[in-house]
């Protein structure tokens, strides 16, 4: 027996038809780069989150970039970020010479500690950049007043939670810039790199419009320093056909996440969304205290897991020039030592679940 951990393969097979069609309408017309694709996703990815503007782009990261290339952050400015995420969330800023301060995390959700971010602002502070980790959004309302009071400009790394909820509305309707990554391995992923920029601000729209395409304004007219940082048109025709299954695909998502957590034992820290939020369950994360243990006798029983994230970004080499003292940030210590993701996919078996529940008691249990 073995498990699938995201099981892609049988989403194409689903889907396949659709897919296909889309894809070879693309290589019919050669309309491989900003084709009439590109413009029709907008326009759904529009409708699906009541944005007003989305603009399709490159990756995850290529958004992060384009979001602070539009605040306009300057070399040396502070942006204040969770150390509990993967590389590209701090890694954007570092590359824009501004600088990454960390703030710890909420042990049980894994989000970013609102109550701890007003003792970090000084003079630089620019921008606030939490992360809704594992597809739960973060505390909105709590980072939006703090920002606001503070005449900072917020930005959502929405990479984990494209399709989640906050109060009944998408996390775009509560921050400056809300961005998101299709990587195939994403809740709604495409066969590639892609990603998207949603904000209801029409001024930073047109900037990132304009950025996504080296700055130009018109042909051979660069108005800004921008990036290539377009969406491929068979990206978009790939996301085309699988955005109409996503509200079904979230639904089935959620099912799964229950289904383990009922059935994994109490005596381990399982994941918690609040009651005024949705998952859209990038991934469903448990804490042990014998993690390789754990994950060696299930691989031995054909259960893949994985480890988001093992090393804390104040930790890593590439931030040593930070000073982040190691113990500086405690619960993103703790945690990065104890998770381990689970399979987690729309068309996960009950039965997978029963199997992966039974040996994680048995383990923790003997
Ligand atoms: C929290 C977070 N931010 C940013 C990214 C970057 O997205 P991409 O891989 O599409 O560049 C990812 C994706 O892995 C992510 O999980």
């Not at 979001?67 to 150390?83: C, H, K, R, S």
């Not at 800023?93 to 703030?103: E, G, K, T």
């Not at 299954?245 to 005596?267: F, G, K, M």
């Not at 930790?315 to 703790?334: A, D, H, I, R």
Request: proline share 5%.
């Amino acid at each position: 027996m073995s498990i699938d951990f995201a099981n892609l393969q049988h989403q194409y097979q689903l889907y396949k038809k659709e897919i296909d069609a889309r894809i070879h309408g693309v290589l019919n017309k050669s309309n491989y780069i900003m084709g009439e694709e590109v413009a029709e996703l907008e326009n759904n990815l529009t409708r699906f989150t009541g944005a007003k503007h989305v603009i399709a782009c490159s990756s995850g990261t290529d958004a992060l970039l384009l979001a602070m290339m539009a605040l306009d952050i300057q070399p040396g400015d502070e942006v204040i970020t969770t150390p509990f995420t993967f590389i590209a969330t701090a890694e954007t800023i570092a590359l824009l010479r501004a600088i990454p301060v960390f703030v710890d995390i909420e042990s049980d959700t894994f989000n970013i500690d609102a109550s701890k971010i007003d003792s970090v602002i000084t003079d630089k502070t620019k921008i606030i950049m939490p992360v809704s980790i594992f597809g739960q959004p973060c505390d909105l309302d709590e980072i939006c007043s703090i920002a606001k009071k503070n005449n900072l400009k917020l930005i959502v790394d929405g990479a984990q939670s494209f399709g989640s909820l906050y109060k009944n509305k998408m996390e775009v309707h509560y921050c400056d810039i809300y961005t998101t990554s299709f990587f195939p391995a994403k809740p709604l992923g495409c066969y590639g790199d892609g990603g998207a920029v949603f904000t209801n601000n029409e001024g930073f729209a047109e900037k990132i419009k304009t950025m996504r395409v080296h700055g130009q304004v018109k042909r051979y007219c660069h108005k800004y320093i921008g990036m290539g940082g377009r969406m491929d048109t068979i990206q978009a025709a790939v996301l085309l056909a699988k955005l109409p299954h996503y509200e079904r695909e979230i639904i089935l998502r959620q099912e799964v996440a229950e289904n383990y957590t009922r059935q994994l034992p109490d005596s381990i820290h399982k994941p918690s969304v609040r009651p005024d939020r949705t998952s859209v369950w990038a991934q469903y994360t448990i804490r042990v205290s014998d993690r390789d243990e754990v994950r060696n006798e299930l691989r031995k029983k054909g259960v893949p897991t994985a480890v988001h994230y093992p090393v804390p970004l104040h930790q890593q080499e590439c931030f040593k020039y930070l000073n982040n003292e190691k113990g500086g940030y405690p619960v993103s210590e703790n945690v990065a030592s104890e998770v381990i993701s689970l399979p987690m996919n729309p068309y996960l078996a009950d039965s997978d679940v029963q199997f992966v529940s039974e040996l994680i008691s048995d383990l923790v249990e003997s």
